[in-house]
């Protein structure tokens, strides 16, 4: 005789499936957590952004100075509005800074909210297009910085930071100020990514 066996499918216990949920709810938690946390670092960083930009604008805005001396006809001064990279770096960077001080209201959203993805990937579109801006903005005042220090024996342009010691240090100081700047919206841009790769 062949004994014929039966499979009988029990369901699964309403204990089993009470343990599951804790599990997911802790799971939810722990991501939101790490969500809160980013966009906190994200709004610290923000407000660094906001000190360095500004001070690169009045750096560059505040360089201006005059020799002691000066002929009948010549007074010898250099300022930042004698030059239109100068001034396109000014202006470059307040809206920078501009930029940075409206995006808080979204961060706080973020830290607020750490599950809604829209406020995060905005902020990451316009701070791509505020680090290009920045970018351009102290990488062309960089060029004429090195040639004040510098000069360029093949074209005839003399270094002027010789004479004008406090102007050239004056838009040395906002060259560097705009790329920490850089360098901050590089880490923005970094965390948004990450918070953005779990929705």
């Known amino acids: 005789m062949k004994s014929e066996s039966t499979a009988i499918d029990m369901p699964e216990s309403s204990s089993a499936a009470k343990g599951k949920a804790p599990l997911m709810a802790v799971s939810r938690a722990a991501k939101g957590g790490y969500r809160r946390g980013i966009a906190i670092f994200d709004f610290v960083l923000r407000l660094g952004a906001i000190v360095t930009s500004l001070a690169a604008a009045a750096a560059m805005g505040t360089s201006d100075e005059t020799l002691p001396f000066f002929t009948q006809f010549f007074q010898f001064q250099a300022s930042y509005d004698d030059l239109p990279t100068f001034q396109f ?28 993805a829209g406020p995060r990937l905005l902020l990451l579109i316009l701070d791509t297009v505020a680090l290009t801006l920045n970018t351009a903005a102290g990488a062309a005042a960089a ?57």
């Not at 004429?144 to 100081?173: E, M, P, R």
């Open 143 to 199: 060029a004429i910085v090195y040639l004040a220090h510098n000069g360029n024996s093949k074209t005839n342009w003399l270094a002027i930071c010789n004479q004008y010691g406090d102007f050239c240090q004056k838009v040395s100081g906002a060259v560097v100020a705009s790329m920490i700047t850089v360098a901050i919206f590089v880490f923005l841009i970094v965390l948004s990514a990450f918070a953005l790769r779990g929705h």
């Open 89 to 116: 770096f000014v202006i470059a960077m307040a809206i920078v800074a501009g930029y940075l001080v409206l995006s808080l209201p979204f961060s706080i959203v973020a830290i607020v909210r750490p599950q809604v």
